[in-house]
């Protein structure tokens, strides 16, 4: 390669993350063009992880720093969600079986070729945050970059929004009665704004059987619970107060 070309590649890579991806879109606006995209790759600079991504050759990508680098890249709003944000934040050691977990909320429900991919360090989970309007988010700094996670009280809503898919109740009990800590009144924004009337009343119906001190901080008044009867669990116990039928596994554990 020219010595232009060479000095344009080592001011790419000095911009790149370690682990991390560059988008082609981002790319051209930084004056790469697709021919001089092409150079790299073939030269075995950069490898193709999907349609108009790339990464440095024999990088071990990081998940976390992927879901960044998209968003800083494409100015998306992607974060950090669910268990994985309660990971972070020190609330919760939740270990699935095989390869890490990395739970990643889109705004978008479609999914695109990179999220796929099996070269991360963890597996991406993504879905879709529909039920949640305005959702709690917070910063949470790495190395070299801050990414964008849910806050507590919003990512433990983001699990019950993913039973059975992902988890099942009474792992995440488990989980609640670490949440021995949450903002009361963040606890009640984030209920007032999902949309779920069964993520809101097994929410509610875990706390108080935990019997967490910010429970009765909370004025249920205000959710929108409506008197419709929800079955969450075959062969279950119905808890007239919630309206709802939870697994006996959980009604019985003390």
């Not at 790319?27 to 790759?41: A, C, F, P, W």
């Not at 991360?120 to 309007?133: A, C, E, L, R, S």
């Not at 790495?142 to 990414?147: A, F, K």
Request: with cysteine.
């Amino acid at each position: 390669m020219s010595i232009a070309i060479t000095s344009k590649l080592n001011q790419l890579l000095s911009k790149s993350l370690p682990g991390g991806l560059l988008f082609a879109g981002w790319l051209r606006k930084e004056g790469y063009s697709s021919q001089l995209l092409k150079k790299y790759r073939d030269s075995g600079w950069l490898e193709a992880l999907g349609r108009g991504v790339m990464y440095r050759r024999n990088d071990n990508l990081s998940a976390l720093t992927s879901v960044h680098c998209y968003n800083y890249q494409t100015d998306s709003n992607a974060r950090i969600a669910a268990h994985s944000a309660l990971e972070l934040l020190g609330f919760s050691h939740y270990i699935p079986m095989g390869k890490p977990r990395l739970m990643v909320a889109f705004e978008s429900g479609n999914v695109e070729d990179w999220i796929r991919s099996d070269k991360y360090d963890m597996t991406i989970v993504p879905f879709h945050t529909g039920i949640f309007k305005n959702p709690l988010t917070q910063s949470y700094k790495r190395d070299r970059y801050d990414i964008k996670i849910s806050s507590p009280e919003q990512a433990f809503l983001e699990c019950l929004h993913l039973v059975p898919s992902q988890y099942n109740y009474m792992d995440l009990y488990y989980i609640m009665e670490q949440l021995t800590s949450l903002n009361p009144e963040k606890v009640q924004t984030a209920l007032e704004n999902t949309s779920s009337q069964r993520v809101k009343r097994m929410f509610l119906y875990m706390a108080e059987k935990v019997g967490h001190y910010w429970f009765d901080m909370l004025d249920p008044d205000k959710l929108g619970l409506t008197t419709s009867k929800l079955k969450l669990a075959d062969n279950g116990v119905y808890i007239s107060k919630y309206r709802i039928t939870v697994p006996k596994e959980l009604n019985d554990y003390e």
